[in-house]
């Protein structure tokens, strides 16, 4: 089994700061691409941010600036630093990890349970 448990959401203000954890745990043998994406009360779920594993990084347009996704590949963890937070980066926000659980298999997609992110006006 694979889990990935999130961590580090919360109620900010606008202007505001969090941070933003998920860790990968299981039977794995390589974690390729580890990201965030967010989905907002009646809106599709959306790409934030993703890296990989040499930690090249790319951003969704309306987070570039003010977030920086970062990964510890020794603990299989992935962190989304979000400054200058907006009320409309209020969401739940879901880890995403593209990982192969033995050298054979393909790259599957695992999700984690999501974390709400608030931010007030």
């Known amino acids: 089994q694979v889990q990935l448990v999130e961590s580090g959401g919360g109620l900010v203000q606008a202007g505001g700061s969090l941070r933003l954890s998920c860790t990968a745990s299981?039977?794995?043998?390589?974690?390729?691409?580890m990201g965030w994406y967010r989905q907002a009360p009646g809106k599709q779920r959306e790409l934030v941010a993703v890296?990989?594993?040499?930690?090249?990084?790319n951003y969704a347009d309306f987070v570039k600036g003010r977030f920086t996704i970062s990964r510890d590949n020794a603990k299989s963890t992935v962190y989304l630093q979000m400054n200058s937070l907006k009320p409309e980066d209020t969401a739940v926000y879901y880890c995403?990890?593209?990982?192969?659980?033995?050298?054979?298999?393909?790259?599957?997609?695992?999700w984690g349970q999501g974390t709400q992110v608030t931010v007030s006006s």
């Open positions: 995403n990890a593209g990982l192969q659980r033995t050298y054979y298999s393909a790259t599957y997609n695992y």
């Open positions: 890296t990989t594993s040499d930690s090249s990084a």
């Open positions: 299981g039977s794995i043998f390589r974690i390729n691409v």
